[in-house]
């Protein structure tokens, strides 16, 4: 009996370099999508290689902003919405890094919304997951900026009659150069894709479908989480060459799936690099340009008092 | 090239250009802003410059992304920057909060124009002082240094930096469009002659490192991303670990913490200058532009035998309460014209004896203080009115 | 302690904020002195109004605005009818004499006219009518050394048009109303 005590007790979870133990049992509700979310996203950083050292995770706000506190890199668990931004810096300022923002719908295309088509537009080289469960999580089960038209949620009583974003739509449009869309049952090729993206340079984007069974499900009859696995299973096709702008999630269509963009455009900081490049005889005469600076000897430069000598 | 691009010497330069090669010289090389008036000129030169310096600029799509931009910049051990004016200011306050929670070492320009709302775009004031203290929700600490020169907005520059990265915190400078666009004589000084403080990086062990240990002083050591420690950090209330923990102890150690690291450091950060106090029977506080446009008003009131003293503040947060107490036991009282409605004059009553008067001179910022109602007030509380 | 104020007063694009620039930059430069330069503030920043100001001064500048005036320096009729009224008893009012035509009472000041976009027409260019204007204020109201007015110049234009602002700055230098 004690023998099989200290057997248990040697016994360490397999992802335990990437996740802090310390830190479960985690706060999401049983048949949560975040679990195989965050599967998916160790595996795929494994299978990438890169160097768990050098691999940052940045979170905003929400059921998905508390994915950085578990996942043991540097992690930074930001404000609502601007995980992307404080992503877009931290990469700038170290590109040695490989930066990921995690987080939900709401705080990725609602309050930040923003930022995640500007950051696509300039194409830095960040990777951001959305888990997409079509609702706030957290707070209760309000509308959210995905939240399918009709569905109930606590701030639409009466069923939403707001039109919902396309999330891989956006990316795309926004000028991604990569664009993938899986729900939480494709984790084989969710952590492909994960994978993917960790390797690649340039804004990377990709849309976790995840189950809510908590509140979204509750309140539009989804059933339990493995229901709405199994809901998933039937309704989601993968259709690579789909137009990631033709492809909206309703209630009940199809859920189309797969890698809709995957090219290599120049990043943020190349074009930086390649600007000032073809700008460098420009400043071969800075010196001279700085012309209002008269050159004075060193030691005879005067210590200036801002204030008066009274 | 790149080593050529590091300005000294005296030039006739702008207060918003002195600021960023203050910046420069402190070695800041990351800015995230937006434009705005009466700040532009400082991305500008930023622009121009940090490629240059092989610095990081990028001009983000508002001044929410600016502020967590810099913010994550500060993570990867980059000393940033952002400029921006009040209203920009206002939209960054959710995240210098962010900043102080999670003692992310940055600097924050707010080159004040007239408010509220969109206000006095090309007009100064000093109307968002109190902004600067109580802007973020919450309590925390805070250091706001106040420059009255282009000069003086090059040395305070290079000194927020070394604040920031001390103590760890967003320091805030709190210049006016009239000193961000005065042009003036300024001295850049080789950078080997120039004080540079920076953070104080952890020496521990990665299995021995707690992000939010300190000590004596309350500040953590510093371990930037891809150091290999692996933490984690966040803007709820957290632990010695930086984990999130909610319970009243947490909050009780964390919160007063991040209060007191700013008040036990009062006489470091405390930058003030005075004349004539000694003697003096009215002391006239001052700060950034206000301190010079009062100076004949001053002149003028010791030309008809007023003893007036006169209290520079070059840091106005935190404010110098020691101080104020105790030169209110020698004065009759205080005449503090600033360039809002009533906001540092709040600190100077709160913290003066109670039988020292303290006369406002209000101004709501758009034009300068009309010398004789400063004379007007110093009169008035010689008289012991 | 000296102090002197100037202000520069006349239409966008005639270079007033340059030319501000230049005094200020003169004088803290290559003078040795103290100057602190603000621009365009006021009502007079609308329409196409423009104006500058200088304050020099032997030790750090107080006070850095300009609300009376030793030196006013007018490059249009609206900013001689705007600034006439600061220019203190005494002051020095350098014009414009074809841009500035109807002139007010001139009891108390100094006042001297030149032509001075003219005389920049003559050289060749309009746009250098502010340094003809600065060449006229070092010789008449000795604001700062013509030396160091020269260097501030050659510090702040393009380079090809160096030769062309120094002659400009000499024409205004040189020029002597009784000539005319």
């Known amino acids: ?310 | 090239m790149f080593q050529k691009s590091r300005l000294h010497g005296e030039f006739f330069m702008q207060g918003d250009i002195a600021c960023a090669e203050g910046a420069l010289a402190a070695g800041c090389r990351f800015f995230g802003g937006y434009p705005i008036t009466p700040a532009s000129e400082i991305a500008e030169r930023m622009a121009y410059r940090l490629p240059l310096l092989q610095g990081v600029f990028i001009q983000y799509e508002d001044e929410i992304a600016s502020m967590a931009g810099i913010l994550g910049a500060s993570w990867a051990g980059v000393k940033s920057m952002t400029a921006t004016s009040g209203p920009g200011i206002s939209l960054m306050t959710e995240n210098i909060g962010l900043g102080m929670m999670m003692e992310a070492p940055c600097v924050v320009v707010n080159v004040q124009r007239g408010g509220p709302s969109t206000g006095l775009p090309t007009s100064w004031a000093q109307s968002d002082m109190m902004q600067a203290r109580w802007g973020s929700h919450g309590d925390y600490g805070s250091i706001s240094l106040v420059p009255n020169s282009p000069q003086e907005f090059f040395d305070l520059t290079v000194t927020a930096f070394n604040f920031s990265e001390k103590y760890r915190l967003p320091v805030f400078i709190m210049a006016d469009a009239l000193v961000g666009h005065m042009t003036e004589k300024v001295v850049i000084p080789p950078v080997e002659e120039l004080e540079i403080i920076n953070r104080k990086y952890t020496n521990k062990k990665t299995e021995d490192y707690l992000p939010y240990d300190y000590g004596k002083d309350l500040i953590p050591d510093f371990a930037k991303a891809g150091d290999g420690y692996r933490y984690h950090t966040t803007g709820l209330t957290h632990d010695k670990r930086g984990y999130p923990d909610m319970t009243f102890e947490c909050q009780n150690e964390l919160v007063p913490r991040l209060v007191n690291k700013i008040k036990n450091h009062i006489d470091d950060i405390s930058l003030t200058e005075e004349y004539d106090i000694e003697g003096a029977d009215v002391i006239v506080i001052s700060y950034g532009i206000t301190s010079r446009t009062v100076l004949p008003a001053i002149t003028m009131a010791k030309k008809k035998g007023i003893k007036v003293g006169y209290l520079r503040l070059k840091t106005v947060w935190p404010f110098p309460e020691e101080k104020i107490r105790k030169l209110s036991e020698k004065v009759a009282g205080f005449v503090v014209p600033e360039m809002n409605l009533g906001q540092i004059s709040l600190e100077v009553e709160r913290c003066a004896h109670n039988d020292s008067i303290v006369k406002l001179v209000p101004h709501p910022g758009g034009a300068i203080h009309k010398f004789e109602d400063v004379l007007h007030a110093i009169e008035e509380v010689a008289h012991g009115k | 302690m000296s102090e002197l104020r100037v202000k520069i007063s006349g239409f966008g694009g005639q270079g007033i904020i340059l030319s501000a620039f230049i005094l200020g930059k003169a004088a803290s430069i290559y003078d040795q002195q103290h100057s602190s330069m603000t621009q365009a503030y006021g009502p007079e920043a609308r329409g196409g109004a423009c104006s500058s100001q200088v304050v020099i001064s032997s030790d750090n500048v107080e006070y850095p605005l300009v609300d009376t005036a030793d030196v006013l320096i007018a490059m249009s009729q609206e900013g001689y009818d705007t600034f006439l009224p600061i220019l203190k008893k005494g002051g020095i009012l350098l014009y414009d004499i074809d841009l500035v035509e109807k002139l007010q009472c001139h009891k108390d000041i100094i006042a001297k006219g030149i032509p001075a976009t003219r005389l920049a027409e003559e050289l060749g260019k309009k746009i250098v009518a502010n340094i003809v204007m600065l060449g006229f204020a070092a010789k008449q109201a000795k604001i700062v050394s013509p030396k160091a007015m020269q260097e501030a110049i050659a510090d702040s234009v393009p380079r090809k048009f160096t030769e062309l602002n120094m002659r400009a700055f000499q024409a205004g230098y040189d020029y002597n109303k009784e000539q005319e």
């Open chain 1, 1 to 310: 009996m004690a023998n099989n005590t200290a057997q248990l007790q040697e016994k360490t979870h397999p992802m335990e370099d990437l996740l802090r133990m310390d830190r479960m049992p985690h706060i999401w509700c049983s048949g949560c999508g975040l679990g195989s979310a965050v599967t998916a996203f160790v595996e795929g950083l494994k299978k990438a290689g890169v160097s768990y050292d050098k691999t940052a995770i940045v979170s905003g706000i929400g059921c998905t902003g508390r994915v950085a506190g578990y996942v043991r890199l540097d992690s930074y668990h930001t404000t609502h919405g601007r995980a992307i931004p404080f992503a877009t810096g931290l990469k700038l300022a170290n590109r040695d890094l490989t930066v990921f923002v995690f987080s939900g719908d709401g705080d990725l295309f609602a309050i930040g919304g923003n930022h995640l088509i500007h950051a696509a537009r300039r194409n830095v080289d960040i990777n951001v997951i959305c888990v997409n469960n079509f609702i706030y999580g957290m707070t209760g089960g309000q509308n959210a900026p995905t939240t399918p038209l009709g569905a109930y949620s606590s701030t639409a009583p009466f069923g939403n009659y707001e039109m919902p974003f396309n999330l891989v739509g956006i990316a795309a449009a926004s000028g991604a150069s990569y664009v993938a869309r899986w729900t939480t049952m494709h984790a084989r090729r969710l952590t492909d894709s994960i994978a993917t993206a960790a390797n690649k340079k340039g804004f990377c984007f990709i849309e976790i479908v995840s189950p809510c069974a908590t509140v979204f499900a509750r309140k539009n009859g989804g059933g339990t989480g493995l229901d709405l696995l199994k809901e998933f299973q039937t309704r989601s096709i993968i259709d690579h060459e789909a137009d990631p702008t033709q492809i909206p999630l309703t209630m009940d269509n199809e859920i189309v799936c797969g890698e809709f963009v995957n090219e290599d455009s120049p990043t943020f900081w190349e074009n930086v690099q390649a600007g000032i490049k073809s700008q460098l005889e420009k400043f071969s005469n800075w010196e001279e340009m700085q012309s209002n600076s008269r050159k004075i000897p060193h030691k005879t430069i005067r210590k200036y008092t801002s204030s008066r000598d009274s």
